[in-house]
């Protein structure tokens, strides 16, 4: 069984400021891929950046970085220079990769709120 | 491209009536994926298609809910009798057999109400 855990239910940040998102995991799948996706106020799931469990460099797309650190199971989200369009549900996700398409696992989320 | 097409976006129905909910996932994607979204439970899976055959459905709620995958383009998600517990977002997501990092893309949802 996977668990993604998000123990941040919200958080503020300042503009053009940095913000880590916390997200820990749990499960017993020998490979396994991370995913974080953002929920705008509109309500659509974006896609945003992806670490496999056997990834030897944190992953990086843009603005987006994650913190991976596999001893702890831990998958934080870093955003830099924080922008109000930033503002927005983020989910940590996890599933299996070595048994084909298999489902996401799904955090709580953490609200985001980018103040000006 | 087009992305995973989901109708109707929104539906408002009363408790006992069927609803049928459709997606259209991306061409060429061989998973398909149903998630309900509510704010107590967040995310989770209800079923999920690997070429068009169902792999797991033990997130269905109960018998009131089916779902239905007759071809490679086309699904369907049915709640009959609905009850207003029904109420949520449900997504719909595809992907394709790719590498490990190859994601899923949701539709926009679609957002049921259950009076």
């Known amino acids: 069984a996977q668990k993604i855990t998000q123990t941040q239910p919200g958080m503020f940040v300042q503009e053009k400021e940095a913000v880590t998102l916390d997200c820990t995991y749990d499960t017993s799948d020998p490979s396994y891929g991370l995913f974080w996706y953002k929920q705008p106020s509109s309500g659509e799931m974006i896609f945003l950046i992806y670490q496999g469990s056997y990834d030897q460099q944190n992953a990086t797309e843009g603005r987006y970085s994650l913190n991976f650190q596999k001893a702890r199971k831990s998958a934080n989200l870093v955003i830099s220079a924080s922008q109000l369009g930033d503002s927005a549900m983020y989910f940590c996700?996890?599933?299996?990769?070595?048994?084909?398409?298999?489902?996401?696992?799904f955090g709580k989320g953490t609200r985001l709120s980018v103040i000006a | 491209d087009a992305g995973v097409i989901q109708s109707p976006r929104h539906e408002v129905t009363e408790m006992g009536q069927e609803v049928t909910l459709r997606c259209k996932p991306i061409?060429?994607?061989?998973?398909l994926f149903w998630y309900r979204q509510t704010m107590m439970r967040g995310l989770e899976l209800l079923i999920y298609f690997n070429n068009n055959v169902p792999i797991d459905d033990s997130g269905m709620p109960e018998d009131r809910f089916s779902a239905k995958m007759p071809n490679a383009s086309f699904s369907t998600l049915k709640i009959q009798p609905s009850e207003p517990r029904d109420s949520a977002v449900y997504f719909c997501?595809?992907?394709?057999?790719?590498?490990?990092?190859?994601?899923?893309?949701f539709g926009p949802g679609t957002r049921l109400l259950v009076l």
């Open positions: 997501a595809s992907s394709k057999t790719g590498p490990p990092k190859e994601t899923q893309y």
């Open positions: 996700a996890m599933r299996a990769i070595d048994s084909g398409n298999t489902p996401l696992v």
């Open positions: 061409s060429g994607h061989n998973s």
